[in-house]
């Protein structure tokens, strides 16, 4: 299950929507789904070349269409993200790359292969999401770790996962301005090898305000239900 | 109320514990705690100096048990971590300041002023706390901030707020190393001029223990409680 906002800014007064999540689909054969955080520059750049191979056909650039595994489809992704970013930071002899990058997570099945979901970062490398590591967050993930942490179950339901997802984002939403709605949903079934069930969150949608409020409402009770610190007073000895 | 943790870390295979709450006292004149995230020599160098002005009573250089308001205080500090900050940086011609960086808390009263609080960054500029924005973090932040935006009430006793540093702070140990046990707690009651009660919270304490088991399962017990996301798999239109 992949869940992303829409929120870029370019300073808080100049914020915007876009979409931040990308599908690359042939039912039967492949599904690969990215996600991004980062300069929205560079994520645009990387996803138009990735697109643009698809079109040229040039046979010397690998075609996200046409990568035979999971792996290789993240290193064409890797290598992409790397050369724009070093392209835009040496043409314009910037010192901070730091500036320029974007962070992915790369999720999908190809056939003949299995499900398979990396973190892929500015430099091209990237780590595979294994049972010990079974989520990943990119852009700002501080806020909403601490209830993946603790909620998170890999017996999950895709219905729970959406519940999760959405409390988590729901607290970063609440702290920092950079997260903003609609948020993007969208699964995907093991051995299906094509798109599942997607949807488009809007703030106006009555289960988000739900969650939003019935989250708030249930940590203040929660929160309450625990004992107060009464050590303060006593003695230290 | 203060709360700091004592972890520092020069990379994850060097952990040691160092208080990072230094207080300043003379009853019934005034009381000063200041609370630091950062660069562990700096901030020391930081607490040193302030130390050392106060034992050589040189009169050019201003001295913590003698500035007349908190507004002083901070403004001392702020000038003594940007000077300390100035000085190793261009000392070693070091290019970047931000990896001796340093942030600080200072809060309490000064007798014929009120009970202030400020936050005072590396710049040595530095803001104050007011009703609008009335609690400050540093250091490592992001993960206990969704709780305390949430159940934070201006109107708290202070065993409630101990209970909400706590489970703020336990959210952050739980999901990053850089945070750790024991944690030292300190109150002050307005107009009092002294130090209010303190403490220091080791991992074996029962409170503690009770608090981060009972908030990981009420977390997860409110969570269950809250419906799933029914609208997956309905159609878009």
Redesign the interface.
Known sequence: MFMSDTRTNAGVDNISSFRKMYTWERPGDRIITLLSAGNLATTQTVVSMLEERHKTTEERDPDIYEVPSMFKAAKLVGDTVRSVIREIADGGGFKSEASFGATFILGGQIAGGETRMYLIYPEGNFIEATDDNPFFQIGEH??G???L???YDPDM????A???L??SFD??L???LSVGLPLD?Q?YVSNSLERG???RLMAS?P?YQ??SE???E??????Q?????????KS?S
Chains 1, 2 share one sequence.
């Open positions: 501080k806020y770790k601490p209830i942490v603790r909620a339901s895709f219905e729970e959406a519940k999760l959405i409390v607290s970063t609440k702290s920092n949903i699964t069930a997607e949807r949608d289960y739900e969650i019935g989250w708030s249930a940590l203040r009770e929660a929160f239900r625990l004992p107060n610190y009464e050590g303060l007073y230290n």
